[in-house]
């Protein structure tokens, strides 16, 4: 239980410093999401978007008109549905808060040795294999 909840409150702390990053940045979590989702899958329908990122064509919807509105991403007609594309600012914001959410998460981790930061992974990659081979 101890190691739970310490792994809870580190992941906390990085989703608190992630989530204030972005906040610099004008957008929240579940739009950058978004915007990565769409720059990874460029031309995706707003239905493929909600189905990869798991959440209801409404919620999608909400984003994507503020994300639209942001001038972030662009809808673009094809056929009875439209394909998402990430417009040059959308781009622009990724190529700048990527390697900031990185330089977070490395600096969080910096407190362990490499030899350690290779055990957690290996350890957490233990724990994920248990999770999907259920016994």
């Known amino acids: 239980m101890i190691a739970w909840r310490r792994l809870q409150r580190f992941s906390a702390r990085i989703d608190r410093l992630l989530d204030a990053t972005l906040r610099d940045h004008g957008i929240n979590r579940a739009q950058f999401d978004v915007l990565l989702t ?4 460029e031309g995706l329908t707003q239905q493929q978007l909600a189905e990869s ?9 909400q984003l994507l008109d ?18 998402l594309r990430l417009t040059d600012n959308g ?4 190529e700048v808060t990527i390697p900031l959410l990185d330089q977070a998460i490395i600096e969080q981790f910096s407190a362990l040795s490499d030899s350690d930061q290779t055990q957690l992974h290996t ?7 248990c999770e999907s081979n259920p016994e």
């Not at 503020?66 to 007609?77: H, K, Y």
């Not at 781009?91 to 990724?94: F, K, N, Q």
Request: proline content about 2%; glycine content about 10%.
């Open 38 to 41: 769409i720059g990874a899958n």
């Open 53 to 61: 990122i798991g959440l209801t064509r409404a919620n999608v919807s």
């Open 66 to 83: 503020r994300l639209q509105n942001a001038g972030l991403i662009e809808r673009i007609p094809r056929g009875r549905a439209y394909a």
């Open 91 to 94: 781009r622009e914001l990724l």
């Open 123 to 129: 350890l957490l990659e233990q724990l994920d294999l």
